[in-house]
């Protein structure tokens, strides 16, 4: 809805708000851009000293956590593995809307109209804040980590209140307003949700503390939920535990073919020699054409990072990378998955196998310079 044109102290302070978060937001959300980048290495040093200062508490280092995965490109659940594109599809297609809205608003400005109640404004009286609700949402979906939950949690509890005051200010400016009002829902035709309202008599402090009430919900219901998906993938993940560690595959695998990658690639010279002593293990399978920036792998000439599965690969060839799991604050309880744990890997060698022929093909040493260093990037 269109602003007033002098929107008095406590509308600009809230706005102020919003601004505020959402710059603390789209700090959050273009991580996401960054490490997608070219210079995804370079950038994310950016981030990296937050990351880390987060990780050193116990009481902080769990919002850094990834809840889906990032790594992976193949699980055994389809609700995990389109999680990803759902969430592009929901974060472009906020934008798009918020776009749409701002034109609306914008052009009747410049026109010095009215109140804008046609297009999308027909039917809801805040188009531009739902999209960016819808793009919030789609943003913690592509970019899952408990960090950007509460981001999206904050701006979006910012937009409700920050609609409420506007309503408050064209109510004042716009005659009609409170009849359009009456036909419209807020974020949603009126049809599909129940009006709710606080007494017109409610004391000014017992509205603060419905407000961050709330707040507080909403934030433990999202929190929640990210942890139950968080343990389903962990569980949708190909996985196997052996002696020396787990084996984590990115793409799906049979348990027969992953039982052979694992006893040929831990049973090589190369590899006793350099996990002797090291551990816990987490050793991620990939086809031996797959490069991802966050294992920390060779890169030949000529190859690129990604995380797209190779067409047409041979699926008889894999190579195995042989991390040692770095653990956060709380360890790894007796029993308890290593993955569910880890915070970070420290390279140690990486095996090419051939299934077919039953042989360790080549082995190749740590590099030298990993892609991202030792920052703390996703692990599964």
């Given at each position: 809805?269109?602003?007033?044109?002098?929107?008095?102290?406590?509308?600009?302070?809230?706005?102020?708000?919003?601004?505020?978060?959402?710059?603390?937001?789209?700090?959050?959300?273009?991580?996401?851009?960054?490490?997608?980048?070219?210079?995804g290495a370079y950038l994310y040093a950016?981030?990296?000293?937050?990351?880390?200062?987060?990780?050193?508490?116990?009481?902080?280092?769990?919002?850094?956590?990834?809840?889906?995965?990032?790594?992976?490109?193949?699980?055994?659940?389809?609700?995990?593995?389109?999680?990803?594109?759902?969430?592009?599809?929901?974060?472009?297609?906020?934008?798009?809307?918020?776009?749409?809205?701002?034109?609306?608003?914008?052009?009747?400005?410049?026109?010095?109209?009215?109140?804008?109640?046609?297009?999308v404004y027909r039917h809801i009286r805040?188009?531009?804040?739902?999209?960016?609700?819808?793009?919030?949402?789609?943003?913690?979906?592509?970019?899952?980590?408990?960090?950007?939950?509460?981001?999206?949690?904050?701006?979006?509890?910012?937009?409700?209140?920050?609609?409420?005051?506007?309503?408050?200010?064209?109510?004042?400016?716009?005659?009609?307003?409170?009849?359009?009002?009456?036909?419209?829902?807020?974020?949603?035709?009126?049809?599909?949700?129940?009006?709710?309202?606080?007494?017109?008599?409610?004391?000014?402090?017992?509205?603060?503390?419905?407000?961050?009430?709330?707040?507080?919900?909403?934030?433990?219901v999202a929190l929640s939920a990210a942890?139950?998906?968080?343990?389903?993938?962990?569980?949708?993940?190909?996985?196997?535990?052996?002696?020396?560690?787990?084996?984590?595959?990115?793409?799906?695998?049979?348990?027969?073919?992953?039982?052979?990658?694992?006893?040929?690639?831990?049973?090589?010279?190369?590899?006793?020699?350099?996990?002797?002593?090291?551990?816990?293990?987490?050793?991620?399978?990939?086809?031996?054409?797959?490069?991802?920036?966050?294992?920390?792998?060779?890169?030949?000439?000529?190859?690129?990072?990604?995380?797209?599965?190779?067409?047409?690969?041979?699926?008889?060839?894999?190579?195995?990378?042989?991390?040692?799991?770095?653990?956060?604050?709380?360890?790894?309880?007796?029993?308890?998955?290593?993955?569910?744990?880890?915070?970070?890997?420290?390279?140690?060698?990486?095996?090419?196998?051939?299934?077919?022929?039953?042989?360790?093909?080549?082995?190749?040493?740590?590099?030298?310079?990993?892609?991202?260093?030792?920052?703390?990037?996703?692990?599964?």
């Amino acid at each position: 809805m269109s602003d007033a044109a002098r929107p008095p102290q406590h509308a600009t302070a809230t706005r102020r708000a919003l601004w505020a978060s959402m710059l603390f937001y789209a700090l959050i959300a273009f991580e996401f851009f960054y490490m997608a980048s070219p210079f995804g290495a370079y950038l994310y040093a950016v981030y990296g000293p937050g990351l880390d200062w987060l990780q050193a508490f116990g009481l902080t280092g769990w919002t850094i956590q990834f809840f889906l995965p990032h790594i992976v490109a193949e699980t055994r659940s389809v609700p995990v593995d389109v999680a990803e594109t759902v969430g592009m599809i929901l974060f472009a297609g906020g934008l798009v809307g918020f776009a749409v809205g701002a034109f609306q608003i914008y052009r009747a400005k410049l026109r010095r109209e009215e109140a804008v109640v046609t297009g999308v404004y027909r039917h809801i009286r805040h188009p531009q804040y739902l999209a960016l609700i819808v793009a919030s949402i789609g943003m913690a979906l592509f970019w899952p980590r408990y960090l950007v939950v509460i981001a999206s949690v904050t701006v979006i509890c910012i937009y409700i209140a920050l609609g409420r005051l506007e309503e408050g200010i064209c109510l004042r400016q716009f005659p009609g307003y409170a009849a359009y009002m009456q036909s419209t829902g807020r974020f949603l035709p009126r049809r599909l949700v129940p009006r709710l309202a606080f007494p017109a008599a409610t004391p000014g402090p017992v509205r603060v503390a419905a407000w961050c009430g709330a707040y507080l919900a909403a934030l433990a219901v999202a929190l929640s939920a990210a942890a139950g998906l968080r343990a389903h993938a962990l569980t949708s993940l190909y996985t196997l535990q052996t002696e020396e560690g787990t084996y984590l595959s990115v793409v799906a695998i049979g348990q027969d073919d992953l039982e052979a990658v694992a006893r040929l690639a831990g049973s090589a010279p190369a590899t006793r020699a350099a996990t002797s002593g090291r551990g816990p293990l987490l050793n991620y399978v990939l086809p031996a054409g797959m490069y991802v920036s966050e294992v920390p792998m060779r890169l030949p000439p000529g190859a690129r990072f990604g995380h797209s599965v190779p067409s047409g690969r041979d699926p008889a060839l894999y190579k195995v990378v042989f991390t040692e799991a770095v653990l956060d604050a709380g360890g790894r309880p007796e029993g308890e998955d290593v993955i569910a744990h880890a915070v970070n890997k420290i390279p140690l060698l990486e095996v090419h196998i051939d299934l077919r022929a039953g042989v360790v093909t080549n082995s190749f040493p740590p590099p030298e310079t990993p892609f991202y260093g030792s920052r703390q990037v996703p692990v599964f």
